[in-house]
C-alpha cells in the first residue's frame, strides 16, 4: 500500500496558496455569474440599459421589496416555441452523438491498432482539424451544400442528378455540420481509453474459440465503455446549446435551443428571459455533467 | 579482512548495554484511519550496521522505512537519529537519504548533474562538487557515463547512480527500498557483494527494506522480520535462521518442518514433546520455557534431517516414511516424504557424490535428526 | 501484438479522414479560384492570388486579426498559469477544503454550451459595473477575463492528466536530497511536465483565437475578434478571402505541427547520440 498525502511538510500557507488562486478565479468568473443570471431569471424586463430592473427596490422611505417574477418562466413554459427548442436540441445532439460513434469508433479503434510511427500520424491527422478554426470549418460546408456549391457541381456533371439538391439551410446541413466539428471531440478520448487496452485478451479469446467479432462484442466494446461514455459526453453536451452551426447551415426552421437564447438576448433584448432560458438549459444538462464526471472519476481510479 | 558490518556483527552491540545505539525507533505507530500500517514499532539500529526489515508485501516495512526517510509522519512515538529527535524533519533537512525502488534519476538531467544534485542543494562549491561527483562514480564503477541520460543505461547502471547520488553526500543514514528487485537473479548476487563491499568503504549506516529473504540473509548485520505492522523478531541472520521465535518467523525465512506436538516431560536440560502428527516423540536437548501441558511445535529444517535406508538407532526423533516427490536442483535435491500420519516432511540433501545407491521416488525411509536441530516455539 | 487491421477497419478510417478533410481541402482549392462565387471555378482566370492581395489590404479582418492574436497571447499565458497551478493543486494535494468544488469548476467549462458562459459573464460584468464601476464598458479585458476562464479549465486537464503519470518517487527523491518544496517543483517538476504544459498554452491559444459565442458576449464596441468579423460575413454566404483566410490558417498550423514534431524526433535522435 502506497500511503498519498505527499508535501504536508509544507503547510497550510503553501498548499493554501497554490490552489487560492485558480480556485477564487472561478468562484469569481464562473459561478458567481450562475447566481447573477439566477438573479435576473427573476427580474422584469425595462426598456433601459441594462434592459432590466433590480430586484430589490425601495418602496417608501422604509420598506425594500424583493420583487421575484416568475413570469419569465411561465413564459416558457406556455410558449411552445421553447419546449420544442428545447426538444429539438436533445433530439439533435443525440443523433449527433450517434452519427460521431459510428464514424469515429472504427476511427479511433483503428488508430489504436497501428504500429506506433503509424500511430502518431494518424493523431496527428485528426488534431490538425482541431486546431484549424472551427467557424472556418463549418464554413468549408457552406461551399459544399449550397446550390451551385462543389457537391452539386460533382453531382450534376457526373450526370447523376439534373437539378441542384436542396442541402443547406436544412436540418440535414445541421447534422453534418455538427458530426463534423464533434467528430474529433469523440475520437480522441475514445482512442485514449482504447490505447490503454490489453490487446493479448482478444487472443485469449480468439484461443478460446471466439471468433473475431464476437471478442470485440464481448470483450472491446464493454471494456471500452468509459471511453465511449467520455467522448459521448463532450459531444452531446454542448451539442444540446450549439448555436454557430445551426445558425449558419440550419435554416430557419432549425430550432435550436442555443439559437433562441441568442435571439432573446442580442435580437429581442429581452435579458431577463433569456437567463430564464439559460437556467433552464443548465438544470437540463447538469445531471449530464455530473455523469461525465464520474464516467471520468471511475476511468481514473481504474487507471491507478 | 572483515567488512565494516562484518566488523559491528562481530562486536555485537546490540547485546551490550552501554552501546549507544546510532538510530533509534521509539515505539512508532503509523494509522491511516482505523488501519495501523505501523503499530508500536521500537528498534535499535548500530552503526555501520546493514540492518534489513524483512517481511511479505503489506507488513509495513515501507511505511516504516519512510518515516525514517521523512516522507511520512509517525501517529505517535519518535524518531532519533545519531541523538537528534528527527521525528518532524521534513526530508530536505534530514541527514538522510534514500535509494528509491524506481531509482527515481531525474530523466532530464544526465547522470553527472543527478549525482551532482544533492550537493547543488547544499551549496557546496563547485569544484568540490566535481571532485566528489567523480570520485563516486569512479567507485560505483560508471567513471566514463558521466553525460548520458538516464534512459539510455540498463537497469544495473541506473540502479548504481541512484546508489552514487544517496551516498555522495555521506549520509549519516542511508535507506533502501528494495534495492535488487528490479535485477535478474546472476546480476542480484553480484550486486549484493558490491553493496556490501561499498557500505564497507563508506562506513554508513544502511537499512534495507526487503520481501526477499535470500537478500536479507546475505546483506544484513540484522535482521527485522516484520509483519501485520509489527517487528516479531530482530537478531543477526543465523539467530533468525536457528533460533525463530515464532512460528510465522521459522516459516518465513527459510523453509521448515513444523510438528504440532504437547510437552510431556519438561526438564531444565531437555524436554520431550509427544507429537501426533509427527507419529512419534521429539526430544530437545535444551530447555524451553511454557507453561505445564502446552501445545508447542517443534521446527527442524530440511537440511537437518538425516534420510537413510536402514533404520538408525534409539526412538526420539525418528520416524519412517515413503518418498513422494524428488525434485532436483543441481546443488541439493528436495525430497517430499509422506508420513503414515499423513504429513509431509521436506528433506534437503546435498548432492555431495554420485551415488550408486541413490534414493527414488515410493522407496521406504527412516527419517532422523540431532537433538539440538528442533526450535520449540510456543506461538 | 497483431497490426494487421480489417479491411473493414481501414475503409473506416479512410473514409473518416476523407470526411473530415474534404471540406478543407475544397476550401483551399478555391481560395484561388478567379470567380466571386467561390465554387463556380472559372477556368479562364484562374488560378490566381488576387484574392490574398484583397485579405491583405482588408483593413477590418486585419484589426480584427490583431485584436484576436492579443487576447489569444494573454489568455494562452494566464491560462497556462492558472491551469497549472489547479492542475497541481488537484493531482498532488489529496486533500483539501474546496477540493470537490475545485474540481467541477474546473471540468465544467469544458462540456458547458458557450451561450450559458457566455450570457452569465456578460451579466457579472453589466452587474460589477453597476456596483463598483468597473470594468467600464466591455472589451478587450473582458474578453480575455471570460477567455481565460474557460481556456483554464483545458490547461488543469491537461497537467492533472500529466502528473498523474508522473513518478512522485522522482519529486520525493529530490527533497530527500535537500531540495525545499517549491525548488523541486522549478527545477524538477517543471521541467519535466514542461511539454504539457506547452501543449496547454497552444489549446488555450487557440481555443481563444477561435472563439465566436464568449466573444459576442463579453466583447465591446470597436473590439472585434477575427471569428467575430468572419461570422458576420458568412452569415450572408460565401466569400473568397474567407477561403483565403482558411487556406492561410491552415498553412500556418500544419508549419506548426510539423515543426514541431520534427524538433522532438531531432531531439530524440540527439539524446541517442550523445551516449
Not at chain 1, 447523376?160 to 447534422?175: Q, R, S
Not at chain 1, 454557430?244 to 435554416?251: E, N, R, S, T, Y
Request: charged share 15%.
Amino acid at each position: 500500500m502506497r500511503p498519498t498525502g505527499r508535501l504536508r511538510r509544507v503547510g497550510i500557507t503553501g498548499r493554501g496558496l497554490v490552489v487560492a488562486l485558480p480556485y477564487m478565479w472561478l468562484m469569481l468568473f464562473f459561478v458567481v455569474p450562475f447566481v447573477i443570471v439566477l438573479k435576473i431569471s427573476f427580474s422584469d424586463i425595462d426598456l433601459a440599459i441594462p434592459p432590466y430592473k433590480p430586484l430589490l427596490e425601495w418602496v417608501g422611505k422604509n420598506s425594500l421589496a424583493i420583487k421575484v417574477n416568475f413570469n419569465n418562466y411561465a413564459f416558457l413554459f406556455t410558449d411552445s416555441l421553447y419546449l420544442r427548442a428545447f426538444a429539438n436540441s436533445i433530439k439533435v445532439a443525440f443523433v449527433s452523438t450517434l452519427w460521431c460513434l459510428a464514424i469515429g469508433y472504427p476511427m479511433a479503434y483503428g488508430i489504436a491498432r497501428a504500429k506506433p510511427a503509424t500511430r502518431n500520424v494518424l493523431l496527428l491527422l485528426v488534431i490538425l482539424p482541431f486546431w484549424t478554426s472551427l467557424l472556418l470549418r463549418v464554413y468549408a460546408w457552406i461551399g459544399l451544400l449550397k446550390a451551385n456549391g462543389v457537391i452539386n457541381n460533382v453531382l450534376q456533371s457526373l450526370g447523376i442528378i439534373h437539378e441542384p439538391l436542396t442541402m443547406l439551410y436544412t436540418p440535414f446541413a445541421m447534422y453534418v455540420g455538427i458530426v463534423y466539428s464533434y467528430l474529433p471531440f469523440l475520437v480522441l478520448p475514445l482512442y485514449a481509453n482504447l490505447e490503454k487496452m490489453d490487446w493479448q485478451l482478444l487472443e485469449a479469446a480468439e484461443d478460446l474459440g471466439c471468433r473475431p467479432w464476437q471478442a470485440f462484442y464481448k470483450i472491446t466494446l464493454p471494456l471500452s465503455r468509459n471511453g465511449i461514455l467520455a467522448g459521448s459526453m463532450l459531444v452531446f453536451i454542448p451539442a444540446v446549446g450549439e448555436f454557430v452551426i445551426p445558425a449558419l447551415l440550419g435554416g430557419p426552421n432549425a430550432l435550436m435551443i442555443g439559437r433562441v437564447l441568442w435571439d432573446e438576448f442580442f435580437s429581442n433584448r429581452a435579458w431577463p428571459v433569456a437567463s430564464a432560458v439559460a437556467i433552464l438549459l443548465l438544470l437540463l444538462l447538469v445531471p449530464f455533467m455530473m455523469w461525465y464526471q464520474s464516467v471520468q472519476a471511475r476511468e481514473s481510479a481504474g487507471a491507478r | 579482512m572483515t567488512t565494516s558490518s562484518g566488523a559491528v556483527v562481530k562486536a555485537q552491540p546490540w547485546n551490550d548495554p552501554t552501546a549507544r545505539p546510532y538510530v533509534q525507533v521509539e515505539r512508532i505507530t503509523k494509522s491511516f484511519g482505523d488501519f495501523k500500517a505501523v503499530d508500536d514499532v521500537s528498534l535499535k539500529i548500530y552503526k555501520g550496521e546493514i540492518f534489513c526489515l524483512l517481511g511479505a508485501s503489506g507488513c509495513g516495512k515501507t511505511t516504516l522505512l519512510r518515516m525514517l526517510g521523512g516522507f511520512e509522519m509517525p501517529t505517535s512515538g519518535k524518531i532519533l537519529i545519531d541523538g537528534e529527535d528527527m521525528t518532524g524533519v521534513p526530508p530536505y533537512e534530514r541527514p538522510v537519504n534514500m535509494m528509491f525502488q524506481s531509482y527515481a534519476l531525474f530523466p532530464h538531467m544526465n547522470v553527472e548533474q543527478n549525482v551532482a544534485f544533492g550537493l547543488k542543494q547544499d551549496r557546496i562549491a563547485k569544484a568540490e562538487i566535481n571532485e566528489r561527483v567523480a570520485t563516486m562514480l569512479d567507485l560505483v564503477k560508471l567513471g566514463d557515463f558521466g553525460k548520458r541520460k538516464p534512459h539510455q543505461l540498463s537497469g544495473g547502471q541506473r540502479q548504481r547512480v541512484a546508489l552514487a547520488r544517496s551516498l555522495v553526500k555521506r549520509p549519516k543514514l542511508l535507506l533502501l527500498d528494495e534495492p535488487l528487485g528490479a535485477l535478474d537473479k546472476k546480476l542480484r548476487e553480484h550486486t549484493q557483494f558490491e553493496l556490501i563491499s561499498l557500505q564497507d568503504k563508506l562506513g554508513v549506516t544502511f537499512v534495507v527494506v526487503t520481501h526477499d529473504q535470500e537478500e536479507a540473509m546475505t546483506l544484513a548485520s540484522r535482521i527485522g522480520v516484520m509483519n501485520h505492522g509489527e517487528i516479531v523478531q530482530a537478531g543477526t541472520p543465523s539467530e533468525i535462521y536457528e533460533f525463530p521465535s515464532s512460528k510465522f518467523v521459522a516459516d518465513f525465512v527459510g523453509s521448515v518442518n513444523m510438528f504440532e506436538g504437547k510437552l510431556i516431560e519438561d526438564e531444565p536440560e531437555y524436554v520431550r514433546i509427544s507429537s501426533p502428527e509427527l507419529g512419534g516423540i521429539i526430544y530437545v536437548s535444551h530447555g524451553i520455557s511454557a507453561p505445564p501441558e502446552a501445545t508447542v511445535w517443534a521446527a527442524v529444517r530440511p537440511e537437518k534431517i538425516f534420510m537413510s535406508t536402514t533404520a538408525p538407532q534409539g526412538t526420539d526423533n525418528v520416524v519412517r516414511g515413503a518418498v513422494q516427490d524428488i525434485a532436483y536442483l543441481g546443488d541439493l535435491s528436495i525430497y517430499l516424504v509422506r508420513l503414515p500420519t499423513g504429513k509431509v516432511v521436506r528433506v534437503t540433501q546435498p548432492n555431495t557424490s554420485r551415488r550408486a545407491e541413490a534414493i527414488s521416488w515410493d522407496q521406504q525411509v527412516y527419517l532422523a535428526w540431532d537433538a539440538t536441530s528442533p526450535v520449540v516455539v510456543t506461538r | 501484438m497483431n497490426y494487421r487491421s480489417s479491411y473493414f477497419i481501414l475503409t473506416c478510417l479512410g473514409l473518416g479522414f476523407a470526411f473530415l478533410y474534404i471540406p478543407i481541402l475544397s476550401m483551399v482549392v478555391f481560395s484561388f479560384n478567379a470567380s466571386k462565387l467561390v465554387t463556380v471555378w472559372d477556368a479562364a482566370n484562374s488560378p490566381t492570388l488576387k484574392w490574398y492581395v484583397a485579405l491583405l489590404n482588408n483593413e477590418e479582418i486585419l484589426d480584427a486579426a490583431w485584436i484576436s492574436l492579443k487576447v489569444a497571447l494573454i489568455n494562452a499565458s494566464g491560462s497556462a498559469i492558472l491551469g497549472t497551478l489547479a492542475g497541481f493543486g488537484l493531482a498532488r494535494f489529496t486533500q483539501f477544503r474546496g477540493r470537490f468544488t475545485l474540481n467541477a469548476m474546473t471540468t465544467a467549462p469544458l462540456v458547458m454550451p458557450e451561450v450559458i458562459t457566455g450570457l452569465s459573464l456578460l451579466l457579472l460584468f453589466v452587474a460589477l459595473e453597476q456596483l463598483i464601476g468597473w470594468p467600464a464598458g466591455r472589451g478587450i479585458t473582458t474578453m480575455t477575463i471570460g477567455h481565460m476562464t474557460f481556456s483554464m479549465a483545458y490547461v488543469t486537464v491537461i497537467v492533472n492528466s500529466r502528473l498523474a503519470s508522473f513518478d512522485t518517487a522522482l519529486e520525493e527523491a529530490a527533497m530527500d536530497l535537500g531540495a525545499r518544496p517549491l525548488k523541486v517543483f522549478f527545477v524538477i517538476t517543471l521541467p519535466i511536465i514542461f511539454p504539457a504544459v506547452l501543449s496547454g498554452w497552444l489549446l488555450a491559444f487557440t481555443l481563444s483565437w477561435d472563439d465566436l459565442v464568449i466573444s459576442s458576449f463579453t466583447s465591446g464596441p470597436g473590439s472585434s475578434t477575427l471569428p467575430m468579423v468572419v461570422f458576420s460575413k458568412v452569415r450572408l454566404g460565401v466569400s473568397p478571402e474567407i477561403n483565403v483566410l482558411a487556406t492561410i490558417t491552415l498553412a500556418v498550423v500544419t508549419t506548426m505541427i510539423v515543426g514541431v514534431s520534427l524538433w522532438m524526433a531531432r531531439r530524440a535522435r540527439l539524446d541517442k547520440l550523445a551516449a
